[in-house]
């Protein structure tokens, strides 16, 4: 048993690992845990931002709200002008269709006269003759 179980416990053994800086200082924060400790500690870390970070916050997201709003001034002036133009139109619709009833009333009249009994009543006239 000699030779083969030297062999053996070269196997069995972990790797050395090498310390490294970043291992280095974690171990010595850490602390050595003693027989029968824990060797793992958990610290409760909370992330805040500086205010460098809060400063830039804060521009981006003024920017976000004065690009929302440019947004919703350009649509409503869109809208405006859709409105003017619609309003124009109607407008000029109205106009013609008044011409178009005082055209009718007109047209309608020289019927109703035609018809009427005071005109059947009017004794009609014959050419009684020609200057030369």
Not at 70 to 92: A, D, R
């Amino acid at each position: 048993m000699g030779l083969g179980s030297a062999a053996m416990r070269k196997r069995a053994l972990p790797p050395k690992q090498n310390m490294t800086y970043s291992s280095a200082v974690a171990a010595s924060r850490r602390g050595y845990a003693g027989r029968n400790q824990n060797s793992v500690s958990f610290v409760a870390t909370t992330r805040t931002l500086g205010p460098v970070s809060n400063t830039i916050i804060l521009i981006v997201l003024a920017c976000l709200v004065g690009l929302l709003y440019l947004t919703q001034v350009t649509k409503t002036n869109s809208y405006g002008y859709t409105i003017n133009s619609l309003q124009q139109q109607q407008s000029q619709l109205q106009d013609q269709k008044a011409n178009l009833e005082v055209a009718s009333a007109r047209l309608q009249s020289l019927d109703r006269v035609a018809a009427s009994s005071v005109a059947k009543n009017l004794a009609s006239v014959a050419p009684s003759g020609s200057i030369q």
